[in-house]
T-cell receptor, first 114, second 109 residues
Framework: DARVTQTPRHKVTEMGQEVTMRCQPILGHNTVFWYRQTMMQGLELLAYFRNRAPLDDSGMPKDRFSAEMPDATLATLKIQPSEPRDSAVYFC????????????FGPGTRLTVT | GQNIDQPTEMTATEGAIVQINCTYQ??????LFWYQQHAGEAPTFLSY????GLEEKGRFSSFLSRSKGYSYLLLKELQMKDSASYLC??????????FGPGTRLSVLP
């Protein structure tokens, strides 16, 4: 049963600390997406990779957020320094480009910054 | 900019039919998706329309009119477990999605 996995599932940290979230896409998928979801803003796309290359990170605050894919089995989203307004659920999703365009979501990381 | 509208909340009765509407104005269009999201869980795929018309999948159907920038999700024979948020998403190009705000559906006994 292929699934997207994300770690950690929950993270509580203090303002100013670095936060790293990890995602393992489904094996064979070549697109990876990072989303942030809050009650006020809904689901917002932060970054989008295809074949490990960043295609769109226009939704990501560049001064504190960074997204990378060190290899095809790992995507990371880093916040440094974190702020209380970063508190949200961060979802990773993966898919296969050129097919039905469906995205498969991971369980999310619930981040609380105090 | 991109704009997707959905009603914020809807309520329906178990066994009934409900239609959730979505209107969109986007700079590109490569298909429209509906996702279901239960509270505290990840979104899961329900349906995909890229051509005009109705797509049926069991109790769920989705309709698309590209000329009107309009879609709806039809849920039949509602069950309590259908209480969830329903997200409309437009693929701008490739898999670059813009999600709507979601419609929270409550199914009452």
């Amino acid at each position: 049963d292929a699934r997207v996995t994300q770690t950690p599932r929950h993270k509580v940290t203090e303002m100013g600390q670095e936060v790293t979230m990890r995602c393992q896409p489904i094996l064979g998928h070549n697109t990876v997406f990072w989303y942030r979801q809050t009650m006020m803003q809904g689901l917002e796309l932060l970054a989008y990779f295809r074949n490990r290359a960043p295609l769109d990170d226009s939704g990501m605050p560049k001064d504190r957020f960074s997204a990378e894919m060190p290899d095809a089995t790992l995507a990371t989203l880093k916040i440094q320094p974190s702020e209380p307004r970063d508190s949200a659920v961060y979802f990773c999703a993966s898919g296969v480009s050129g097919t039905d365009n469906e995205q498969y979501f991971g369980p999310g990381t619930r981040l609380t910054v105090t | 900019g991109q704009n997707i509208d959905q009603p914020t909340e809807m309520t329906a009765t178990e066994g009934a039919i409900v239609q959730i509407n979505c209107t969109y104005q986007t700079s590109g269009f490569n298909g429209l998706f509906w996702y279901q999201q239960h509270a505290g869980e990840a979104p899961t795929f329900l349906s995909y329309n890229v051509l005009d018309g109705l797509e049926e999948k069991g109790r769920f159907s989705s309709f698309l009119s590209r000329s009107k920038g309009y879609s709806y999700l039809l849920l039949k024979e509602l069950q309590m477990k259908d209480s969830a948020s329903y997200l409309c998403a437009v693929a701008l190009y490739g898999q670059n999605f813009v999600f709507g705000p979601g419609t929270r559906l409550s199914v009452l006994p």
